[in-house]
């Protein structure tokens, strides 16, 4: 499976929305759905790293490279930072969605 | 025709009337800015992707092709020792539970493969093992009576083991209308704004064929997107992938159907990893049923024999246990 350890914390579903109804043709939606997960994953990456001690950021980019798919990460951040990592990541996506619609118009 | 539409449900906002170049580029600029953040505070991120020759950026790519590598090899080396792997039930104590393997009541039959499906899957959806998966498909095999494979011609989907969520009906061909596509609670799913993965399935409606029709009507949707080898091996995947069956099975009540890839997606921030048409969805889970768990494997059907739509579970036990 195509997927990254904090996958079942993203449901996007409106923003998906806006997509679906902008897109010309399928070639256009793939590459707009394209852009929101590359956003994504910067984004996660950026609260996973501003939470974790500096010291456990290398372990954490060997742990992740080696095995991206792996929800046992969840485990080893939650570990390290001493919150829930999941709440952090959950809430942080909840404004990212909020920001985007904002960006293009869309309101709540 | 003056019959009135129901409402549409899925896309009565705003953006019917954004430009997607517009949207392209609030989002290209929201990336970009992520991007620079996340480079200006760790800088290190990029230098130890670039020390793995990897962009960071193609992590899923990367993580598609380490999990590939282990499902094909069958390996038991993804999972992780906390891992929710849980024993295979022996042919004897399916037997034990299900009794004499007598005729029994449909019901029953489909009680008997949500208990077997519960045993056997964990409770979140992952990528399925080797061992899982064959297990499954002889268990298909005996229930359903047809042969359905998580592998089929070397092909293998990035999960067979997912959640699956509504989609709307598809545009056959250029002036199809929702209005053409059924009646009544069928037609509230409304119809997608673009076009599939494939395009129209005709170049006009004098072109539609009955077959055609059955295709728009029992159609999934899967991630041939994510796959590691997409953008390597074409036109051959996509060929290989249009309109290819597939049996979708609801783990929750043993539901089944047999459906037609018509499209790509959802997009992997969705929390989904499949899509079924509004008849798909109304028959696995009932009119209000928009997300759920699902397997779906590809179903061997080379002399193109079966027919789309659901598939009903047999009637013996003793047959569905028999050869498990």
Known sequence: MSRLFFDHLIVFEKVDMVIRNTAKNPEEKEELWGIIDKLVHSHVLIQILDKLPDENHNDFLEKYHARPFDEDLINFLNEKVEENIEDIIREAIVHLEKDILREVGETE | ?324
Do not use: C
């Open chain 2, 1 to 324: 025709m003056s019959k009135k539409l129901p409402a549409r449900t899925y896309f009565g906002s705003r953006s019917e009337k954004i430009d997607s170049e517009f949207i392209r580029q609030k989002f290209k600029l929201k990336h970009l800015e992520a991007r620079k953040e996340l480079s200006d505070k760790y800088p290190h991120v990029d230098k130890f992707f670039r020390g793995k020759n990897l962009d960071v950026e193609k992590i899923r790519e990367h993580s598609a092709k380490i999990l590939g590598t282990g499902l094909v090899a069958g390996s038991l080396f993804l999972l992780s020792p906390h891992s929710d792997v849980k024993l295979l039930p022996q042919p004897d104590e399916l037997i034990e539970k299900l009794g004499d393997g007598s005729i029994v009541k449909k019901d029953d039959m489909y009680s008997f493969l949500v208990e077997t499906l519960n045993s056997t899957l964990p409770e979140k959806p992952r990528p399925l093992l080797r061992s899982e998966e064959k297990f499954l498909e002889q268990i298909f095999q005996n229930v359903y009576g047809l042969s359905a494979r998580a592998s089929l011609e070397g092909e293998h989907l990035n999960t067979s083991y997912g959640y699956i969520g509504a989609e709307q009906h598809l545009r056959r061909y250029p002036g199809d209308s929702l209005a053409l596509h059924g009646e009544g609670e069928i037609l509230k799913a409304g119809m997608a704004p673009g076009l599939s993965a494939w395009g129209y399935f005709t170049k006009s409606k004098d072109e539609m064929t009955k077959d055609l029709e059955e295709v728009e009507k029992w159609y999934a949707v899967v991630q041939t997107l994510y796959l590691p080898d997409w953008n390597t091996r074409q036109p051959y995947l996509k060929d290989w992938y249009k309109h290819r069956k597939v049996l979708i099975v609801n783990t929750e009540n043993g539901k089944a159907v047999v459906a037609a890839v018509a499209d790509s997606g959802p997009a992997a921030w969705t929390g989904k990893h499949y899509g079924g048409s509004p008849e798909v969805m109304n028959y696995l889970g009932g009119e209000r049923y928009r997300k759920g768990k699902v397997i779906v494997f590809f179903v061997d059907d080379p002399e193109n024999d079966i027919s789309l739509g659901p598939v009903e579970a047999n009637k013996t036990l003793s047959s569905v246990i028999s050869k498990t």
